[in-house]
Nanobody, 126 residues
Framework: QVQLVESGGGLVQAGGSLRLSCVAS????????VAWFRRAPGKEREFVAS????????FYTDSLKGRFTISRDNAKKLVDLQMNRLQSEDTAVYYC???????????????????WGQGIQDTVST
């Protein structure tokens, strides 16, 4: 059974940082691209960042480049999302997701990701 479990969310003041982690089990982790998506209140779930199976290619939504960093540790079956200089607009439920297709890169498309975590709430206060 595939499981993705997010951790590290919480409440932070604007300008602060949070580090989210996603731990996977039940899959051959090194074969999967992994992404983070988020759903802000009243909005659709949107792409945040993704990383390919080896960790040497990363992709970000343009508005978050420079503030968010995705990384992975395949030995630990772990993908992290470091979020800096957080803003109130970053308040959302954050989800990690795994893409079972064996591709070179890492998709930005929600429907390409078959496995999803339950999501974790991040709230940025002003």
């Amino acid at each position: 059974q595939v499981q993705l479990v997010e951790s590290g969310g919480g409440l932070v003041q604007a300008g602060g940082s949070l580090r989210l982690s996603c731990v996977a089990s039940g899959l051959s982790f090194t074969a999967y691209a992994v992404a983070w998506f988020r759903r802000a209140p009243g909005k659709e779930r949107e792409f945040v960042a993704s990383i390919n199976w080896s960790g040497d290619s990363t992709f970000y939504t343009d508005s978050l480049k420079g503030r968010f960093t995705i990384s992975r540790d395949n030995a630990k079956k772990l993908v992290d999302l470091q979020m800096n200089r957080l803003q109130s607009e970053d308040t959302a439920v954050y989800y990690c997701a795994a893409d079972p297709r064996r591709i070179v890169g890492a998709s930005r498309v929600r429907s390409d990701y078959e496995y999803w975590g339950q999501g974790i709430q991040d709230t940025v206060s002003t």
